[in-house]
Each structure stands twice: as structure tokens, then as C-alpha cells.
């Protein structure tokens, strides 16, 4: 990883229990909330990342990897969530391990009013499929909560997903017209 990208320690954090649990691929949408992952994941030889044009492809990618005997992690921000919903049967009929890290919107301080349907329903539309919902807003407590979902979804074989908060990246400031 290039010593010079300065990350929040909450993202540092992510991938370090990644790597740490022998993640071996990283599908994304490229998004600012996980960039820090998406560029360790790009740096990190034993990691192949795969840049993905929608989310649901993702959900492909990480039951792919799966049945080729890798663990393999979906990073998406909510807004992505909506485009999943029809892919999310394939975990569920055929109860594959799943771990997405879902980096919220429409919510603290949302300046994008396109962004506020989807992120005022993410953790309902996620349980309607299945999936167990974890969520963290504390910076300090990101690592422990990604590393219990990550035991759900790897040792247990549960779909799990983590909203990581909108406050962890913080506030987004755009020129007012």
C-alpha cells in the first residue's frame, strides 16, 4: 500500500480484517468509502480486485469465488443495494457465504436528494432477502463489527451485509449556488 494515502483508521481497519481472513478477491463499484480497501485491494498481490459496472454482477463475482474455493467480499455504497435485490435469490436459494460492506447515503447531511429512497430502506430491503444486517456508526468500533460479520458469513455460512454509517465518512461539502 503506497505510504503516502491517508485513510481513517475505521478504514484501515476494513481491510485489515480482510486480509487477515484470507480474502483473495474485492468486487466493487468504485465509491469514496471504500477507497482506502479498493486501493490496498489494488496494491495487495494476493488480493485480485474486480472493478464491477453494477452491484448485482458483485453478487455473481462472490458466489463465483466461492465455488471456486475463495472467500471473496462485495464492496458497494446503498444506493447499490436496490440493484442487487434480484441477484440476492442465487445466496439464498443456494446458501452461499456472502459479506458485502454497504457505505451509506440518504442520510446524515445528504445534499443528493436521488440518494435518500434507497438509503432510508437499505437494511429492510437487505433483511426482506435474507441477509443478516449489521451497522456501525462509531469509527472505533468498524473493525470488530466487519470481523463478526465476517465470522457470520465465513465460519457460520451466513449472508451477512455492514452498513457502515454516512457519519463515518463524514460530511459532504458542495458549493451552494
Given at each position: 500500500?503506497?505510504?503516502?494515502?491517508?485513510?481513517?483508521?475505521?478504514?484501515?481497519?476494513?481491510?485489515?480484517v480482510l486480509r487477515e481472513?484470507?480474502?483473495?478477491q474485492i468486487a466493487y463499484?468504485?465509491?469514496?468509502?471504500?477507497?482506502?480497501?479498493?486501493?490496498?485491494?489494488?496494491?495487495?498481490?494476493?488480493?485480485?480486485?474486480?472493478?464491477?459496472?453494477?452491484?448485482?454482477?458483485?453478487?455473481?463475482?462472490?458466489?463465483?469465488?466461492?465455488?471456486?474455493?475463495?472467500?471473496?467480499?462485495?464492496?458497494?455504497?446503498?444506493?447499490?443495494?436496490?440493484?442487487?435485490?434480484?441477484?440476492?435469490?442465487?445466496?439464498?436459494?443456494?446458501?452461499?457465504?456472502?459479506?458485502?460492506?454497504?457505505?451509506?447515503?440518504?442520510?446524515?447531511?445528504?445534499?443528493?436528494?436521488?440518494?435518500?429512497?434507497?438509503g432510508s430502506t437499505t437494511?429492510?430491503?437487505?433483511?426482506?432477502?435474507?441477509?443478516?444486517?449489521?451497522?456501525?456508526?462509531?469509527?472505533?468500533?468498524?473493525?470488530?463489527?466487519?470481523?463478526?460479520?465476517?465470522?457470520?458469513?465465513?465460519?457460520?455460512?451466513?449472508?451477512?451485509?455492514?452498513?457502515?454509517?454516512?457519519?463515518?465518512?463524514?460530511?459532504?461539502?458542495?458549493?451552494?449556488?
Amino acid at each position: 500500500m503506497n505510504s503516502t494515502v491517508s485513510a481513517p483508521g475505521w478504514q484501515k481497519s476494513v481491510f485489515d480484517v480482510l486480509r487477515e481472513g484470507d480474502v483473495k478477491q474485492i468486487a466493487y463499484v468504485p465509491d469514496a468509502g471504500h477507497s482506502y480497501a479498493i486501493q490496498a485491494a489494488i496494491a495487495d498481490p494476493g488480493i485480485e480486485d474486480v472493478v464491477l459496472t453494477t452491484e448485482e454482477e458483485g453478487v455473481g463475482v462472490v458466489s463465483g469465488a466461492w465455488l471456486g474455493g475463495q472467500r471473496a467480499v462485495l464492496l458497494m455504497q446503498s444506493s447499490g443495494v436496490g440493484n442487487c435485490v434480484n441477484m440476492f435469490s442465487l445466496l439464498e436459494m443456494c446458501k452461499f457465504p456472502f459479506l458485502a460492506l454497504v457505505t451509506m447515503r440518504g442520510e446524515y447531511a445528504e445534499f443528493n436528494p436521488w440518494q435518500i429512497p434507497m438509503g432510508s430502506t437499505t437494511q429492510q430491503a437487505l433483511e426482506l432477502m435474507g441477509i443478516t444486517v449489521f451497522r456501525v456508526d462509531d469509527p472505533d468500533q468498524v473493525g470488530e463489527v466487519v470481523s463478526a460479520a465476517f465470522d457470520q458469513a465465513f465460519l457460520a455460512g451466513e449472508r451477512v451485509a455492514v452498513l457502515l454509517g454516512q457519519r463515518l465518512i463524514g460530511r459532504k461539502k458542495w458549493e451552494r449556488k
